[in-house]
C-alpha cells in the first residue's frame, strides 16, 4: 500500500489510494492458473460420474434384469445424483458466499471422494441385487451433494481467478477448465467402460461395474492437495457480503430478471445433454440390436462422446474472439443445434436401421457437439459473470441448480417419451429429439435478452452493483473480508484524514 501513488487531485478533493474495485495483487508464472485450474478442474469429476453411470446402467440391466422389470431402478439409479447435487449446489452456494469458496469447494471434495468409494462398494443385504440397488441409489445422491459444490464454489472461483490472466483469453481459460473438463470426463469415461468390459469380459460384469465408479474416485483425490493450498479468490476478499447482512430484496430486484434468463437456459440445455448422454449407450444398444455384444455398444458411444470434445474446444476459443464472444457464441450454437436435431428426427427411419448405425452416431455426434459449442461452454460464464461477486456464489447455484432439474427431468421425460410410444421403434427413438430441438429455439431466443460479457465484466459489475446498493441507501462499507477492507484509505482533503 505504501508504494501506491495517489492520483493528482485538486485540494479539497477526495483521493483514493486503493478502491476496492480496481486494484488486483499482480500474480506470476504459475499463480496465475493454479487458482483457475484448482477451482475448474474439479468439474472432470461431475463429468466422470455423472456420464459412468450410463454404462453401469446397462450393466447391471443385464446382471439383474429382473431386479430392473417394471420398476423404477433404472431411472433412480441414473438420475438420482442430480436430485443430490441440486440440494449440494444450493447449500454450497450460500457457504460458498457467506464464508468461503476454498473451504465450501474442500469440503464438497471430500464428500465426492467419501462416497464415490462407498458407492463402489455397493453391497445389498444377503447379497440382494434390490438391496444394492437401494444402496447404490443411497450413495450417489449423497455423492451428487458433493457434485453440487464443484459449481458455486468452484466454478465461481475458477471465473474471478480468470481476472489475474491476459485480456482476451479470460473466457478461454474459464471454459477450458469448467466445460471442457465435463466434456472430457465424458469422453474419459466411454473409452474406461468399454476397456473394463473387454478387459473382464461380459460374463465379470459384475466386477466391470465396479471398478468403472471406483476409477470416479481418482480425480477428486488427486485435486485435494491443490484446494488444501488454495486461496480465496481476490474478488471474494474485495466484494464478499459474508461479514454483512444480504439485502436480499435490492438483489433481487436488480437480478431476478437475469436469473430467470439464465437458469431457464440452462434448464433446457441440461434437459437434452444430460439425459441424451445418459442413454445413449441404450440406444446405441437398440439400434445394433439384442444380439450385439455389449462391448460393441460401448465402442460405438466413445465416437458419440469424441463429438463433445470439438464442440467444446471451438466454443472455448471463439468466445473470446473480439467480434463474438460468449453471447453471440451461445446463440449460434443453440440455434444450429436446433436445426440439427430436427433434421435428425426427419430422417431418424433411415438413421435407426443397424446397418447406418455409423451414420446415426456422426450425425447425432455433431448435434451434441454444437450444444457444447453454445451452451455448454457458456451457460456456466455467462452465470458467473452476469452478477455481483457478493451473490455470485448463490446466484450460480440457483441457476445451476434449476439446470440440474432439467438434466434430472429429463432423464424421466427421455424414459417416458420412450414408453409411451409403445412397440413403435421409430417413434421412441425420433420423439426425443422433436423435443429438444423445439427447446433449442426457445433458448436461442431467451439469450438475446441477456447482456454481452466482455474481458472486464466481473469489475464492472461488483462497481455497477455498489453503485446501486449506494443509490439506495445500503451501506457497502462493510463489504468485502477484513484483510481487504484494510488495505482501503480515502484521504479527504488537505486533512489526511483516513477512513
Not at 135 to 162: D, H, K, M, Q
Request: proline letters at 4%; a neutral charge.
Amino acid at each position: 500500500m505504501s508504494n501506491e501513488k495517489l492520483d493528482s487531485r485538486a485540494p479539497g478533493d477526495a483521493e483514493v489510494a486503493r478502491s476496492p474495485s480496481n486494484v488486483k495483487p499482480q500474480k506470476t508464472g504459475w499463480d496465475k492458473y493454479a487458482g483457475v485450474i484448482a477451482c475448474g478442474a474439479g468439474l472432470f469429476s461431475d463429468g466422470y460420474l455423472n456420464n459412468i453411470i450410463g454404462p453401469v446402467n446397462t450393466m447391471l440391466k443385464t446382471i439383474y434384469p429382473d431386479a430392473y422389470k417394471n420398476s423404477s431402478a433404472q431411472a433412480n439409479v441414473a438420475s438420482i445424483t442430480f436430485a443430490g447435487t441440486v440440494l449440494g449446489m444450493l447449500f454450497f452456494g450460500y457457504t460458498s458466499d457467506h464464508y468461503s469458496r476454498k473451504w465450501s469447494l474442500f469440503v464438497s471434495t471430500i464428500i465426492i471422494i467419501l462416497f464415490a468409494a462407498l458407492g463402489t462398494g455397493s453391497y445389498g443385504a444377503g447379497g440382494s441385487p434390490n438391496g444394492l440397488i437401494t444402496a447404490l441409489v443411497v450413495y450417489r445422491f449423497f455423492l451428487g451433494i458433493g457434485i453440487g459444490g464443484e459449481y458455486p464454489a468452484g466454478s465461481v472461483g475458477c471465473a474471478e481467478n480468470t481476472g489475474d490472466l491476459k485480456e482476451g483469453s479470460r473466457n478461454k481459460w474459464f471454459i477450458l477448465f469448467t466445460n471442457v473438463q465435463i466434456d472430457l470426463a465424458f469422453f474419459i469415461s466411454a473409452i474406461v467402460a468399454t476397456v473394463v468390459v473387454l478387459a473382464t469380459g461380459e460374463s465379470h460384469l459384475r466386477a466391470a461395474w465396479r471398478i468403472c465408479l471406483g476409477i470416479g474416485i481418482i480425480p477428486p483425490l488427486s485435486l485435494l492437495y491443490l484446494r488444501l493450498k488454495l486461496r480465496e479468490p481476490e474478488a471474494f476478499t474485495r466484494e464478499s457480503l459474508s461479514k454483512t447482512r444480504t439485502p436480499w430484496l435490492l438483489v433481487a430486484r436488480f437480478y431476478w430478471k437475469r436469473l430467470t434468463v439464465v437458469s431457464l437456459i440452462w434448464f433446457i440445455y441440461d434437459f437434452s445433454a444430460y439425459s441424451f448422454g445418459i442413454y445413449a449407450t441404450d440406444i446405441l444398444s437398440n439400434l445394433l440390436g439384442e444380439e450385439a455384444p455389449l462391448w460393441k455398444s460401448l465402442a460405438w458411444n466413445i465416437l458419440i462422446n469424441f463429438f463433445y470434445m470439438p464442440g467444446c474446444l471451438a466454443g472455448a476459443f471463439v468466445a473470446d474472439l473480439p467480434s463474438m464472444g460468449p453471447k453471440k457464441t451461445l446463440f449460434i450454437g443453440v440455434t444450429l443445434q436446433g436445426v440439427i436435431g430436427f433434421v435428425m428426427a426427419g430422417c431418424y427411419p433411415l438413421l435407426s436401421k443397424p446397418e447406418n448405425v455409423a451414420g446415426f452416431t456422426v450425425v447425432y455426434g455433431i448435434f451434441l457437439a454444437l450444444g457444447e459449442f453454445g451452451p455448454g461452454d457458456n451457460i456456466g460464464l455467462l452465470a458467473s459473470k452476469t452478477c455481483a461477486t457478493g451473490i455470485r456464489g448463490q446466484y450460480y447455484g440457483l441457476a445451476a441448480a434449476i439446470g440440474k432439474i432439467g438434466a434430472f427431468a429429463g432423464s424421466y421425460a427421455l424414459s417416458a417419451i420412450q414408453t409411451a410410444a409403445g412397440d413403435d421403434a421409430i417413434a421412441a427413438g425420433r420423439n426425443p429429439f422433436f423435443v429438444a430441438s423445439a427447446l433449442a429455439f426457445v433458448a436461442a431466443g431467451l439469450v438475446l435478452l441477456l447482456p454481452h460479457i466482455g474481458q472486464d465484466t466481473i469489475d464492472a459489475e461488483d462497481v455497477r452493483f455498489r453503485e446501486f446498493l449506494e443509490a439506495e441507501g445500503w451501506d457497502t462499507g462493510a463489504m468485502g473480508l477484513k484483510e481487504a477492507r484494510e488495505d482501503v484509505r480515502v484521504v479527504e482533503g488537505e486533512s489526511g484524514k483516513v477512513v
